[in-house]
C-alpha cells in the first residue's frame, strides 16, 4: 500500500469506517513502508493550556499542551512559553477542529494561524478530528504546508473520544490519512519519528 495512491474518496471512505482493526493494520502497513521496523515510544509531557511556565519532567520525550486556548493571542503565548522551557523537545498541541474554528473566529486563513503557531515554536498538531473537520483533505495540506505535522496517535485513539456524548473518529488513529497528505504536500513535514 503506498499512501501517494489514496484519492479523495479513499481517504473519505477510511474515515468513514468503523473497523479500526483493518484501519489500524492499513496504517501499520503505511507506516512500514514509510519507516521500516523500528518503532519508538516516547514519554509525553502534559501541559496545560493556562498556568505558570511549566515544569518539565527530564524523561519527556515530548511537550503537549493540553486544552482549548480562548484566543489565537493566547495559543500563540502559549505555545512561546512552553516552547522556552521545553529543551528542543517537540512540542505538540490544539485540535485541527479548534484551530479551523479560531481561524474563522479570529477572521484569518487556517494557514496563517498554523505558520504563526509554528513561528512561536509548535512542530506538531496534536489532533485532527476528521469528521469535525471543514474540509479534511485542505486542512490537513495546510498543516504540512505550513512547516507543521500532526502528532503521534494519543489517548483518545485507544479509547475513542467523545464530542456532546457521541464517539468521535479521531484522526490521531488516522495515519494513513495523515501520510498520504503528507506525500501529497508540495511540503515536507516531520512526523516524529526517527
Known sequence: MNASTFSDKDIAALAATHDI??????????????????TTFVRVADVPIEGAAPVV???AGEIRIVGTPATREAAVERVRAVA?????????????????????????????LLEELCAAGLELVADAPFDRLQDPRRSIEEVNISGL??????RSASSGSTLNGKRSHSISIFSIASAAMSSLSAATASTGSP
Do not use: K, Q
Open 57 to 59: 519532567p527530564a524523561s
Open 149 to 154: 505535522a500532526l502528532g503521534r496517535p494519543d
Open 84 to 112: 522556552a522551557v521545553a529543551g528542543g523537545r517537540p512540542l505538540s498541541a490544539f485540535s485541527l477542529a479548534d484551530l479551523e474554528r479560531m481561524a474563522a473566529v479570529e477572521r484569518i486563513t487556517l494557514r496563517a
Open 21 to 38: 482493526i483493518d484501519l489500524g493494520m492499513r496504517a501499520d502497513e503505511v507506516r512500514r513502508n514509510l519507516h521500516g521496523l523500528r
